[in-house]
């Protein structure tokens, strides 16, 4: 599996897009983008990325949440490319098929589970591979650094959920991916947050 950090302009609010690629560019692979942002510079970084001979360079979306600066692109995506769009939410335009909890999704030569993380979103999810490690975090408040917050019980649960997997990469939508020691920081995590005072309502 290869991940792509595709290159926006730096000139508009976006969230990161990721490329999920197999390691051979094989017909059965599933060229994903995990998000797709709202910098139409991304179409010129997908044009430039090694998607292989003989396939669409997308073949399918997978949205972590439904907040614009990771979706508004979605519409020159589905012209340009005509994925399938995969989404939580029933309520985003544009989206072919519901994921839930604990559904399975090919993203290039790979398979990640789906874990429904309500905390910045309703919708919100992550996607972890377990053979690589690999953790698409999207917003998700992944790392903790300070005790005093509120956290829903769905968050809760979701995160001791993580916690019990072996992450090794983290992709986040905002910044630079974390690349080590991603176990201990998300067990630090989950100990500030059961610590904290539950949200309300």
């Known amino acids: 599996m290869r991940v792509m950090t595709l290159e926006n302009s730096g000139e508009i609010y976006t969230s990161q897009v990721y490329l999920v690629l197999g390691d051979a560019s094989r017909i059965e692979d599933v060229n994903t983008l995990v998000d797709v942002g709202q910098d139409p510079a991304i179409l010129a970084s997908i044009a430039r990325a090694p998607t292989g001979i003989g396939k669409w360079p997308v073949e399918q979306v997978v949205l972590t949440h439904a907040h614009s600066d990771h979706f508004a692109l979605l519409p020159l995506v589905r012209e340009a490319f005509h994925p399938r769009v995969y989404a939580f939410s029933p ?110 309502g």
């Open 91 to 200: 309520n985003t335009e544009g989206v072919d098929h519901l994921l839930r909890d604990e559904d399975t999704i090919k993203m290039g030569d790979a398979y990640f589970e789906v874990i429904h993380m309500p905390g910045h979103s309703s919708d919100s999810i992550c996607l972890y591979n377990q053979s690589e490690g690999i953790l698409f975090a999207g917003d998700s408040p992944l790392l903790i650094t300070s005790p005093g917050g509120t956290y829903e019980a769905g968050f809760l649960a979701a995160l001791e959920k993580v916690c019990a997997r072996d992450v090794r990469r983290i992709y986040f939508g905002h910044g630079a991916p974390l690349m080590e020691r991603c176990n201990q920081r998300l067990r630090e995590s989950q100990a500030m947050a059961v610590g904290s005072l539950p949200a309300i």
